[in-house]
Structures are given as C-alpha cells and as structure tokens.
C-alpha cells in the first residue's frame, strides 16, 4: 500500500473543493508558502514581510508592481484577521499559492473568529468617508484583487481570500 503524500492531499482538495472556494479551476499550484503568525500588528507585518520576500524568491522583485501589489493585499487580510480575527492564544494563518501557468497568486488569511464574516457581495464594497478612521482595507481588496470571498471550512476558523494576476 502507498502512503499518501502532500501532492495527494493538494490534489484531493483541489478535486473536493467547492463552489465558493473553487480555486478558480487552476491546476494543481506548483508553488505554495504557508506560515501561522500572532494575531497582532507585529504579526500583521511579517505577513507582508513575508510575502514580500517569497514572491521575490519566485521571481517578482521588490520593486515590481506586482510585488507592492500582493504586498498590499496581504497586510490589508492580515490586519483584519489580527484586528476583528483576533482570539486569545489563536494565531491566524497566511497561505499564498502561485498558479505559474497564467501567473495568478492566491492569498489566503485565516483566523480563528468564523463568527465574524465580512460582507462579501457582487458590488464592492463603498468608498469611506474621507474623514473615516476604519473601512478601506476591503475597500482596497476589491480594487486590487481579480476576485475575493470568505470561506469556512470547520466551525472554528475562517479564511479571507482573494486572487491576483501578477503580470511581470
């Protein structure tokens, strides 16, 4: 008998996946980087930090607009889950998967917090008040990101996502 590997389970959850998180059809990802960080504003930066240097690993430089990009996606999901995810002793989770052949990166946050959704809809999200202190981080997902959701895939987490074409 076999034992099953980590490209089985990739491709058992990319076949099992479900409409909301369907993982747009891609095939299986040829690359993918995941890392748990406290849910806290340190912990919301080396998010970004990190993403930053793992794209540059994958062939998008600092400097590339693709880079700033992803970067920016990244601390928004990050900051939410650190801000309104936040659950004592909990850490939240970022996952990035590059899609290679049409150049496409998955950011994924989870956090422990499935009671706390936010409004995901057709229409994006309206334009804050120039005076707000809060509300432009989805704002900004929705301007930046091809497409973007909410799954929860047990009772005790749930994951922000949202897709990017990193053009080079």
């Known amino acids: 008998m076999r034992a099953t590997t980590l490209s089985d389970v990739n491709r ?13 059809g891609h095939a299986i990802p040829v690359r993918h ?5 406290a849910a ?17 690993t994958w062939g998008w430089p600092y400097v590339s607009e693709a880079n700033h990009t992803a970067a920016l996606l990244v601390a928004e999901l ?3 889950a650190a801000l309104h995810g936040r659950e ?24 422990p917090r499935p009671d706390r959704r936010p409004p ?21 997902v929705a301007a930046l990101a091809d497409r973007w959701g909410t799954t929860c895939g047990d009772p005790y987490t749930k994951t922000v996502w949202c897709e990017v074409g990193l053009q080079q």
Not at 33 to 37: D, E, N, T, Y
């Open 12 to 24: 058992e959850i990319a076949r099992s996946a479900g409409p909301a998180d369907d993982l747009s």
């Open 88 to 111: 004592r002793g909990r850490d939240f989770r970022l996952c990035l998967t590059l899609f290679p052949e049409d150049a496409t990166l998955r950011i994924e946050v989870t956090d």
């Open 33 to 37: 980087f995941s890392i748990r960080l």
């Open 78 to 80: 990050a900051a939410n």
């Open 40 to 56: 806290s504003r340190r912990g919301a930066h080396l998010a970004r930090q990190s993403a930053s240097e793992r794209l540059v």
């Open 120 to 140: 995901v809809s057709a229409v994006p999200p309206s334009v804050p008040s120039l005076d707000a202190e809060s509300g432009r981080g989805l704002f900004l």
